[in-house]
């Protein structure tokens, strides 16, 4: 398994001449050029990702939800109490969260990981993946979440695990996070590597009320000032700092966990697809570490809170969905693979104009194609499904 | 088969008891209250359809695409040849177009229905669904696209076809259109039964230049202007026209399919999940035509098309994606079905607070549930794919 250091060293950008190569297939394909918008941008960056066009079709996607506690929580940011992250990890292991339900309609895997969870996890425990750095964070507002170690270990968990899973078959990685308070660092992080205010970062996490979101943003206040004065920067130049540092000072063990996931999808050259804000202030340390690391994330949504749209435009990300959510556990993530399943198919799947004897448009900037590739519908593939009256219903069904 | 006139009469409004009960049951649910956004107002709305909650999960999705020529093509407002229409048809029936790809991706069936194509469709047509009403509509600048009663042959067409296919077991329809220069008409129906400026809600189709979009602006405000002189009405006053005769005057043949799809459904409480600006306009004058129709419709997507944000807003419609799709085909609905069918499963299989034996919120309002339900999270089924690092993965793979 990769270390952490020898990660960032082997890291490769994605494969430019593959996402043109597919650029040019989606202009043969019968449909007016571009008409399929952000489905065709996705399918070419899925050809980067790989390094051939078209793509690979995602077929074992696994959702990796990282739990981890805060204690942050201490002042009072969540009217949630701690326990809930090992109860709320138990109802993953049971199969009855939000995840459980998305991840069985899109066809994923689940994998549960103790991070950082300060309490027990209550009942049966024999499919968690045990890898507990620390019972829960410092509190932010007063002292570092973890040390540099702690934070090194916990990105090389998720790390690990990247590796092992894609050892596994795994093709496509989903971030997922648990840890109640845990919208608190995320803002802090998001505020620190993007330079955006604390207070325009700062959201309801799971609903509160005005009076907490008031007290949750002098909170992370508190938290960017504490660094800056114990680095000697000024509170809105915390970007300077290494973005390991900006994680073990204001992070979480969970979001730790993201950066490694990231980083070993990236390793891996496999899609890796980011949910909302936990998820994206673990992708913006991931990217900060190694920059080469954007181009294998997709963005899976675009959640409510603030900092989820900070940290999307910081890196670059376009996101698939916006549905208003705001649950975290890699949800919205999870919700968008079949696009991304999608995109790779049309590739796969879609007739050229000449291969279909369709008709060019008179405005039309399509290329000729090369008279050496005359191939047949026939050839693309069974028609995945009739026309009725015979009831006729895909293979998928 | 039900006739057009009779199902009109027998539309019943989606059941807002079975609405409530589904909000009554997310409230419970192991997530903060309303954290899935527009997942949960959509699993309410399926409740609301289906008559009961949780509703089912739609196992048998079929896209309908229906298809007609249009003779507004004379005026010059696109740059793609009528004969396109037909060679699309052949290339939905071999499997080549983006719908083929994206049906198979989701499991969705497609039928292709020929309700006004102008030209001979090539190669095999055994599958299509030959329901030709008129070869293509008149010119909308200078006459009616089709007269009253074509157009009331076209609903019935999508009538009986939505009552057959819920008759053969498919429990959730999709809009889909073929026809080149359709969203001239769109863009006409739109305008005249939303009120907003014929300017406003014509676009660029399939891609055209600003030239052609100049022209296909003017075309769309003379159809309005004729009709309104025919009518002796002014031409922002369009709406007091009865929606069929907006449809006979100003509309296609594949839009009057879509309207009697729209109705079908309806009629047999299916979801019917909309497409692109085409499909709403034919949305538009089903629930112009019966107001209930609005409560069993999901809007796919927001298309880049301006006429199709008129008609969401004149709906009342909230999409669920926006990725700058402008194809039609069916493919930006069909790309919403895994969240129609995730928002049902989550009604079916997510825990409650206390069956999962998770804390609650000391801010939350979530009522206290029924002592006499006790219900173990074993009870909610098997859990749906375990934790790795077995290579555990989930029953639909």
């Not at 959510?325 to 796969?348: D, M, S």
């Amino acid at each position: 398994l990769a270390s952490l250091q020898d990660a960032l060293t082997r890291l490769v950008p994605v494969d430019e001449a593959a996402s043109e190569a597919a650029d040019r297939h989606q202009a043969r394909l019968t449909k007016p050029p571009g008409a399929l918008g952000g489905i065709e941008t996705l399918g070419s960056q899925l050809a980067a990702i790989a390094g051939c066009a078209p793509p690979p079709i995602p077929r074992r996607p696994v959702v990796v939800i990282f739990a981890g506690d805060h204690g942050v929580l201490a002042e009072g940011v969540s009217p949630w109490p701690a326990e809930v992250t090992a109860q709320m990890v138990a109802n993953f292991l049971a199969g009855g969260a939000a995840i459980n339900a998305i991840a069985h309609e899109v066809g994923a895997a689940i994998v549960a990981v103790d991070v950082g969870v300060a309490t027990p996890v209550p009942g049966p425990t024999e499919r968690l993946v045990k890898a507990n750095v620390r019972r829960g964070t410092g509190n932010i507002a007063t002292e570092p979440a973890m040390t540099l170690g702690e934070a090194r270990r916990a990105m090389q968990v998720g790390l690990s695990i990247a590796d092992r899973l894609v050892d596994q078959g795994h093709d496509l990685l989903v971030t997922g996070d648990m840890g109640i308070g845990n919208t608190t660092p995320s803002a802090a992080v998001v505020a620190a590597v993007t330079g955006w205010p604390a207070r325009s970062v700062t959201g309801r996490g799971t609903g509160i009320s005005d009076e907490m979101l008031e007290v949750k943003a002098a909170v992370v206040e508190r938290a960017l000032e504490r660094v800056a004065d114990s680095r000697s920067v000024s509170a809105t130049a915390l970007a300077a700092l290494d973005a390991d540092v900006i994680l073990a000072e204001l992070g979480g063990l969970e979001i730790a966990g993201i950066v490694g996931l990231c980083i070993g999808g990236a390793l891996r050259r496999v899609p890796v697809v980011i949910d909302g804000v936990i998820s994206l202030a673990g992708a913006l340390v991931a990217t900060a570490l190694a920059p080469e690391v954007a181009g294998y994330l997709v963005a899976g949504h675009r959640s409510v809170e603030p900092g989820a749209t900070a940290a999307l435009e910081h890196i670059g990300l376009e996101p698939l969905l916006d549905l208003q959510l705001r649950l975290g556990e890699g949800t919205g993530a999870c919700l968008a693979i079949p696009l991304v399943r999608a995109a790779a198919r049309v590739l796969h799947e879609m007739a050229t104009f000449e291969s279909a004897g369709v008709s060019g448009s008179t405005e039309s900037a399509v290329e000729p194609e090369q008279a050496e590739q005359p191939e047949q519908p026939e050839q693309l593939g069974e028609p995945l499904s009739g026309p009725e009256p015979e009831g006729e219903s895909s293979a998928l069904e």
